[in-house]
């Protein structure tokens, strides 16, 4: 090998090794980790906000440089201000960038002007930890130390395995005196820091051990001091506040009421029957935001784990929900549901609200424990049926039909109106329609397919089974709507309180028909007559425009089926398809829930990036729905195999870095 050789190789090996290291350097998160954990806080904000100028829309990355942004003038805070400005509009639905724009003032000594963009934060969401981290540091730069400790203790309830959660309580508590109580939420950080083996345990543990030991200082020189007599009589003097509250309250005398109990707050803030009688009454005087703040604090005051912990959340869930809140009713229904889990009342409440987000995972998780709880709960068999129907991938579907004889055997491609016969029978089979069908028909040969699963017989309608459900179900609905003095002009023009037809042209009983005739034997009038209009909703006429506006920006609406699949085949959790840059839209009318994909080339809405998702319901639409289900590429050339990754790795898109 000649020495021309020799160097050349020595070259390519310094220049394969060089690119190796740049391709494994940590991104500038990671990096600002590792410093903030051996104990440089400041540098680990330096590197943070100099990787926010090269990645504004790193949320991730922006997140911890609010995180670490000090409580005082700052010259990172302008990075943070400017990443959360060039953001608002693009993510408008992301509670981050408020949050970051919260900081940012917050720590420039604007504090008041903080305090609407904080709010914003948790308005977006009320189920996540910093916005309630950051609307309480806000509050006490404010100089509202009450509000401040408040809005930290509610966090925590939110992120209770959460050591920074506990830290910031710590720190309030600590600020406003609360010694005892600051130690205990320190220790409970210190805690759960050792059972966590992420970067920022050991950061965090260096800040917990530090308000121990000043914690330990206060305690020790206040009891140096000589302690200041509690005033006379404050026991009797709250007692008989109370007394008058009570009195003026079962008056019905509201406002006298309230200012009183304002006044019995002053003398004592812990005591939470007094919180719990008066949030109520806020409620009932129409200070609806009011009430659900005291709901609040009268759970706080119980603790996480208490009955009463979990009525008082359900009330301010109810609160929400007039308010039109979905969010912040889906948040307080959680935590009932935590405060006692054996609440079938918390339980059928938070199942409600996560379907209203389309959260349909969640939702059966929810209706298993009503189940369990409950066994005979139909409502919530039914809906869980009718999920899984939901979940059920195209091949299965297919197997489904194919047992009943309901569809050509040899088909091997599923077209959507196979996909709604099929949620057309197994409604039909969760309603008893085998039963039916059996009282109905003897015999039922060829009508009923009976299958040996395990241990036990299961029972199905066939294709020929279901259309003879249909037909006498249709008769039997004409027979109770003429019951209803309706003539028989007006029975086959009637609609349910939705708008859909109950019977079609050929005067058979629709799928909506039928449960509008289930819920009429029940008692509960669901249909409408030709002359009354469908009662249009907020949230459905919202909806309408909504839906009209998407359509003209180049959205097409995908089935709910499709939707499901289109999550699993890009591994992308929901948030992240309808935040930028994928920009799907989930819009819901109170009754049902669509599902919208911009798909137009050249359209306001495309870009290079949503443009793939096209491409993946189009497969889709093709018959071609199957999941990869390996984690590794092909080996090529003697090298081992590598990892592959899906459209979105580790809830985040994934560019190749």
């Known amino acids: 090998m000649t020495n021309k050789d020799i160097l050349l190789q020595a070259a390519l090996a310094s220049f394969l090794c060089s690119a190796a290291a740049s391709a494994e350097a940590p991104d500038a998160l990671t990096r600002a980790r590792e410093t903030a954990a051996r104990g440089s806080e400041a540098k680990a904000l330096a590197i943070a906000a100099e990787g926010l100028k090269a990645s504004p829309s790193d949320r991730a990355l922006f997140l911890y440089t609010v995180e670490l942004l000090p409580e005082a003038p700052s010259k990172h805070a302008a990075a943070v201000a400017a990443a959360a400005h060039g953001m608002l509009d693009k993510a408008s639905e992301d509670y981050a960038w408020p949050l970051g ?12 002007e903080a305090l609407s963009n904080c709010r914003k934060a948790m308005q977006l969401d009320p189920t996540a930890y910093p916005p309630y981290r950051e609307l309480g540091l806000t509050y006490a730069a404010a100089g509202n130390s009450r509000k401040a400790a408040e809005t930290i203790e509610q966090g925590v309830e939110i992120a209770s395995s959460s050591y920074q959660a506990h830290y910031q309580l710590a720190r309030v508590r600590e600020n406003n005196g609360d010694l005892s109580r600051a130690r205990r939420s320190y220790e409970a950080a210190l805690s759960l820091t050792r059972r966590s083996r992420d970067l920022d345990a050991e950061y965090y543990g260096a800040l917990i051990k530090a308000g121990l030991r000043r914690v330990e200082s206060k305690t020790a020189a206040a009891k140096d001091k000589p302690r200041e007599p509690e005033p006379p009589g404050k026991k009797q003097l709250y007692a008989s506040c109370v007394a008058k509250f009570r009195e003026e309250a079962g008056k019905d005398n ?48 119980y603790g996480p784990k208490n009955k009463k912990t979990a009525f008082l959340r359900i009330k ?55 189940l369990k709880l409950e066994p005979a709960n139909e409502k919530a068999k039914t809906r869980l049926e009718e999920l899984r129907m939901g979940f059920l991938p195209n091949d299965r579907i297919l197997e489904e039909l194919r047992l009943r004889n309901a569809i050509d055997a040899q088909k091997t491609v599923l077209q959507p109106e196979d996909i709604k016969l099929f ?43 279901y259309k003879a459900y249909l037909f006498h179900a249709t008769r039997d609905a004409i027979r109770f709507f003429e019951k209803q003095k309706i003539g028989m002009r007006e029975i086959f023009k009637l609609r349910d309180t939705a708008g859909a037809d109950i ?48 359509q003209g920006m180049g959205y097409r609406e995908l089935s709910e089926p499709e939707y499901i699949w289109l999550l699993k085949a890009t591994n992308c959790p929901e948030d992240v398809m309808q935040a930028d840059p994928l920009k799907m839209k989930v819009i819901n009318d109170g009754a049902r829930v669509r599902f919208l994909l911009c798909s137009v080339e050249n359209s306001a809405c495309m870009n290079p990036i949503n443009l793939k998702l ?42 190749g870095k």
Do not use: H
């Open 101 to 112: 724009l919260c900081k940012a003032l917050r720590v420039s000594g604007r504090a008041q």
């Open 254 to 301: 509201l406002l006298n009421a309230i200012d009183i109990s304002a006044g019995c707050i002053k003398i004592s803030r812990s005591d939470p029957e007094l919180a719990a009688e008066r949030a109520p009454l806020l409620v009932r005087s129409g200070k609806y935001e009011e009430g659900i703040k005291e709901y609040g604090r009268a759970a706080s005051l």
């Open 316 to 370: 301010a869930a109810e609160t929400c929900a007039k308010l039109g809140d979905a969010k912040g009713a889906m948040a307080q229904y959680r935590l009932a549901a935590e405060a006692d889990p054996s609440d079938l009342n918390a339980l059928k409440g938070l199942a409600d609200s996560l379907e209203a987000r389309s959260l349909f995972k969640e939702a059966m998780d929810t209706y298993e424990k009503i």
């Open 423 to 465: 949620k057309a029978i197994r409604a039909a089979e969760i309603n008893d329609g085998v039963d039916y069908v059996r009282e109905k028909m003897l015999p039922a040969k060829g009508l009923i397919i009976e299958k040996r699963e395990a241990a036990s017989i299961r029972f199905y309608l066939s294709g020929a089974g």
């Open 503 to 550: 019977f079609d042209k050929a005067g058979q009983i629709t799928p909506e028909g039928l449960q509008a005739w289930q819920k009429g034997k029940a008692g509960t009038k669901t249909w409408l007559m030709p002359y009354e209009s469908v009662p249009e909703s907020p949230a459905a006429v919202k909806a309408n425009k909504d839906l009209a506006e998407a």
């Open 614 to 655: 096209v491409s993946y319901i189009a497969s889709y639409r093709d018959g071609d729905d199957k999941l990869s289900q390996t984690n590794t590429s092909t080996a090529f050339f003697g090298t081992g195999a590598v990892k592959k990754y899906r459209f979105c790795e580790n809830g985040r898109l994934w560019d």
